[in-house]
């Protein structure tokens, strides 16, 4: 079974500065994918960034950006040059990649970020 | 950009009746989804589908659930007798298959039962 922990609740940073929201998981698959969405007050689950486990360099997407550290498990967000509208609940996910959990996302509680002006 | 729709956006029933949620995944899309998310809780993975028959389902998923394809565009999620506790709201997701692993939800449907 696979497994998201997100540890902050909320996080507060002030516009243009950069902020990492935390992500750490859990799986006994060899074969992973990480994602990051993002939700807004208004409800939809938006695609921010996606890492595959065998993946060597680190996804960006933009402003987003991951740090992907194999060996400690975790699946950090980056978010750069925050902006007003980034203000949002961000949930990390985890996906099964093998076997007959194909596709199937586990997420994490998330974390609500409020960028302040 | 092609995107993933939800009718409706919101939809109240009464406690013991049928619902149908439905949803129009990208077009050349394989694999298709449905999470709901209990209001202030996290995403929960209800069900995954593929070539005409589910691939996973969750604990969540039972008997008042069934989802159907019934054309080339449409997926749609059925609940049987709605109790309250399925009061939430719904994403549809779709995603490529084969080495693409992404996956595109939709705007969702808030079901309030009441």
């Known amino acids: 079974a696979q497994k998201i922990t997100q540890t902050q609740p909320g996080m507060f940073v002030q516009e243009k500065e950069a902020v990492t929201l935390d992500c750490t998981y859990d799986t006994s698959d060899p074969s992973y994918g990480l994602f990051w969405y993002k939700q807004p007050s208004s409800g939809e689950m938006i695609f921010l960034i996606y890492q595959g486990s065998y993946d060597q360099q680190n996804a960006t997407e933009g402003r987003y950006s991951l740090n992907f550290q194999k060996a400690r498990k975790s699946a950090n967000l980056v978010i750069s040059a925050s902006q007003l509208g980034d203000s949002a609940m961000y949930f990390c996910?985890?996906?099964?990649?093998?076997?007959?959990?194909?596709?199937?996302?586990?997420f994490g509680q998330g974390t609500i970020l409020t960028v302040h002006p | 950009e092609p995107e993933v729709t939800q009718t409706p956006s919101h939809q109240v029933t009464q406690m013991g009746q049928e619902v149908i949620l439905r949803c129009v995944p990208i077009?050349?899309?394989?694999?298709f989804y449905w999470y709901r998310q209990i209001l202030g809780q996290k995403v929960e993975f209800l069900v995954s589908f593929y070539n005409n028959e589910i691939s996973e389902k969750s604990e969540i998923f039972d008997d008042q659930f069934s989802v159907e394809r019934p054309d080339g565009s449409n997926f749609t999620l059925k609940i049987r007798s709605t109790k309250l506790e399925d009061s939430a709201m719904y994403f549809c997701?779709?995603?490529?298959?084969?080495?693409?692993?992404?996956?595109?939800f939709g705007p969702g449907t808030r079901l309030t039962v009441t």
């Open positions: 996910a985890i996906l099964n990649a093998g076997g007959t959990s194909y596709g199937k996302l586990t």
């Open positions: 077009s050349n899309h394989l694999y």
């Open positions: 997701a779709s995603s490529p298959g084969g080495m693409t692993y992404e996956q595109y």
